[in-house]
């Protein structure tokens, strides 16, 4: 079974940066259009990034300019560059096939943003 494995959160002060990483046990993230997504404490998962096989992309307005998506095919990766981070970047993210499948939710990593 494919599993995806975030990883790379931590704390960082407002305006930091981080880099996570989503690594793929299959060729899953080589044919399909990846994303990244995010849940807030006590809201609902939400959409991040997307990008497709091909390397297009896409972003939520809020996050452009700040965060990048790319992927290494070869080493079955997504990364997520994110800098100019804020509070409200605070969140776990994850990363998934886009649109989401449920049964390839991982665990996760917790991003946290201290002002």
């Known amino acids: 079974q494919v599993q995806l494995v975030e990883s790379g959160g931590g704390l960082v002060q407002a305006g930091g940066s981080l880099r996570l990483s989503c690594a793929a046990s299959g060729s899953i993230i080589r044919i399909n259009r990846m994303g990244w997504y995010r849940q807030a404490p006590g809201k609902q998962r939400e959409l991040v990034a997307t990008i497709t096989s091909g390397g297009s992309t896409n972003y939520v307005d809020s996050m452009k300019g700040r965060f990048t998506i790319s992927r290494d095919n070869a080493k079955n990766t997504v990364y997520l560059q994110m800098s100019g981070l804020k509070p409200e970047d605070t969140a776990v993210y994850y990363c998934?096939?886009?649109?989401?499948?449920?049964?390839?939710w991982g665990q996760g990593t917790q991003v946290t943003v201290s002002s």
């Open positions: 998934n096939t886009a649109p989401a499948e449920p049964i390839y």
